[in-house]
């Protein structure tokens, strides 16, 4: 079940996350935002997950696509 609640949570999350990382000329500090939201994954409600994964294994846990899985997911959460 997703809650409204979970739903307004990752946005926060990941949109705060986000605009840091977009902005960041450091590498560390994006490896940390990273980190973060691999960390938060492991921890939200695992049917938004998957929802916003739509079944891309490693939604938002891969390196080389990071920034796009970022872009898309706060996307789909302000649709939901």
Known sequence: MITKDSIEAAY???HQ???VYAFSN???Q???IEYAIS???ETMNPDLYARLAAGKEDFLLTHSRFAE???EAIH???LE
Do not use: A, G, I
Request: glycine share 0%; aromatic share 20%; charged share 35%.
């Open 12 to 14: 926060c999350f990941f």
């Open 17 to 19: 996350k986000y605009q």
């Open 26 to 28: 450091c590498e560390q």
């Open 30 to 32: 994006k490896d940390d």
């Open 39 to 41: 960390s938060y994954v």
């Open 69 to 71: 899985d970022m872009k």
């Open 76 to 78: 789909s959460l302000t």
